[in-house]
């Protein structure tokens, strides 16, 4: 579930940034364009001069659309595939404007369609500069030669971005799971918690699964703060952590959304499969011996979801339980009635 979670986590922040980045490199690529046409129009070659044209075209119906899409594969595409056409044409005519361009396709490539589909059309592409190169060289002079200086030099650039492309999605990974960690406890923080809950809602709506929220807090933390000061406080808040997610499912999502707060996300477990787990829970806390042989104790509330209830319903919910389990006199775990 965690594996699961910080993929989806990398995923999303990968194609953030590559959305941000879209709108600049259709603009660059479309100044570049109008820059090179008429050195295009100078060739005399007329499909050159159409294609250059019909690329450009393309380029501002691109734009227009990602403004209102924000679609990266098919800006990607839109960009992409009349490039690398455009570049194989180049070095078929023997132009040298597309040797120099040629290095830049790696880059590009991988960084809109990742280390998978980016490797595959870098392949394809390598192959394809080899198979030209190699009937425009291998007849002439040293042709051999500059063909093998050519080839490995893009090979290289190719390798490079391959590399470059890894490291920055490794990058984007740590600081997206990063921002949804807790600082003290590292456990995922409260903006996970309301993205995972509205998600698991959702996703229980369309299919019909069923999922159960635990809500709990320390009891009487604000005057164990005061009598033992802070950072037992704090100690505390991380060892309930580490308790609390030994003894959970791998399909379970712990998070410390509050002060001295804490929420559990149970995917597939009804209201009597979750009480239970929070009685557990709690029971775990009361005979943990923690530092300095402090008695803590903790009271929950729980709730099993129901397919007409929203976001704040069910979180209103499972907090009257855990107000009612205070009432009660704490150290114990209420239902919610979802």
Same mark, same amino acid.
């Not at 194989?88 to 396709?105: E, S």
């Not at 893009?154 to 490794?170: D, V």
């Given at each position: 579930?965690?594996?699961?979670?910080?993929?989806?986590?990398?995923?999303?922040?990968?194609?953030?940034?590559?959305?941000?980045?879209?709108?600049?490199? &259709?603009?660059? !690529? $479309? +100044?570049?364009?109008?820059?090179?046409?008429?050195?295009?129009? %100078?060739?005399?070659? *007329? /499909?050159?001069?159409?294609?250059?044209?019909?690329?450009?075209?393309?380029?501002?119906?691109?734009?227009?659309?990602?403004?209102?899409?924000?679609?990266?594969?098919?800006?990607?595409?839109?960009?992409?595939?009349?490039?690398?056409?455009?570049?194989?044409?180049?070095?078929?005519?023997?132009?040298?404007?597309?040797?120099?361009?040629?290095?830049?396709?790696?880059?590009?490539?991988?960084?809109?369609?990742?280390?998978?589909?980016?490797?595959?059309?870098?392949?394809?592409?390598?192959?394809?500069?080899?198979?030209?190169?190699?009937?425009?060289?291998?007849?002439?002079?040293?042709?051999?030669?500059?063909?093998?200086? &050519?080839?490995? !030099? $893009? +090979?290289?650039?190719?390798?490079?971005?391959?590399?470059?492309? %890894?490291?920055?999605? *490794? /990058?984007?990974?740590?600081?997206?799971?990063?921002?949804?960690?807790?600082?003290?406890?590292?456990?995922?923080?409260?903006?996970?918690?309301?993205?995972?809950?509205?998600?698991?809602?959702?996703?229980?709506?369309?299919?019909?699964?069923?999922?159960?929220?635990?809500?709990?807090?320390?009891?009487?933390?604000?005057?164990?703060?005061?009598?033992?000061?802070?950072?037992?406080?704090d100690a505390i808040l991380k060892e309930i952590t580490v308790i609390q997610k030994e003894k959970l499912r791998t399909m379970d999502t712990?998070?410390?959304?509050?002060?001295?707060?804490?929420?559990?996300?149970?995917?597939?477990?009804?209201?009597?499969?979750?009480?239970?787990?929070?009685?557990?829970?709690?029971?775990?806390?009361?005979?943990?011996?923690?530092?300095?042989?402090?008695?803590?104790?903790?009271?929950?509330?729980?709730?099993?979801?129901?397919?007409?209830?929203?976001?704040?319903?069910?979180?209103?919910?499972?907090?009257?339980?855990?107000?009612?389990?205070?009432?009660?006199?704490?150290?114990?775990?209420?239902?919610?009635?979802?």
């Amino acid at each position: 579930m965690a594996k699961q979670i910080i993929d989806d986590l990398n995923k999303e922040f990968s194609e953030k940034i590559a959305n941000d980045s879209m709108q600049g490199i &259709i603009i660059i !690529s $479309f +100044i570049i364009m109008i820059i090179t046409l008429p050195f295009s129009f %100078a060739t005399g070659d *007329k /499909i050159l001069q159409y294609y250059h044209i019909v690329y450009i075209v393309l380029l501002l119906f691109n734009y227009v659309i990602f403004q209102k899409t924000k679609n990266l594969i098919a800006s990607s595409t839109l960009v992409l595939g009349p490039a690398f056409f455009l570049l194989l044409y180049g070095l078929l005519k023997g132009l040298d404007y597309a040797l120099t361009w040629i290095y830049i396709f790696p880059l590009l490539t991988y960084f809109f369609t990742g280390k998978y589909y980016g490797t595959i059309i870098n392949i394809v592409f390598n192959i394809s500069v080899g198979i030209i190169l190699y009937v425009k060289l291998h007849s002439k002079s040293n042709g051999i030669t500059d063909l093998l200086v &050519i080839l490995s !030099s $893009f +090979i290289s650039i190719t390798a490079i971005s391959y590399l470059l492309e %890894a490291n920055r999605q *490794k /990058i984007h990974h740590r600081l997206k799971v990063t921002s949804m960690l807790d600082y003290l406890t590292r456990a995922w923080n409260r903006k996970k918690f309301d993205e995972d809950l509205k998600n698991e809602i959702a996703k229980v709506k369309r299919y019909g699964d069923e999922f159960s929220l635990i809500i709990f807090d320390i009891d009487n933390f604000k005057l164990l703060n005061d009598n033992y000061g802070h950072a037992i406080g704090d100690a505390i808040l991380k060892e309930i952590t580490v308790i609390q997610k030994e003894k959970l499912r791998t399909m379970d999502t712990f998070y410390r959304i509050g002060g001295e707060e804490f929420a559990i996300i149970l995917p597939e477990t009804n209201i009597v499969g979750a009480f239970a787990i929070a009685d557990r829970l709690r029971q775990n806390v009361e005979e943990y011996s923690f530092a300095n042989l402090i008695k803590i104790t903790i009271s929950a509330g729980a709730g099993g979801f129901c397919s007409n209830c929203n976001y704040e319903e069910v979180l209103l919910k499972v907090d009257k339980a855990l107000y009612r389990a205070k009432e009660k006199g704490k150290n114990r775990v209420e239902s919610a009635n979802i």
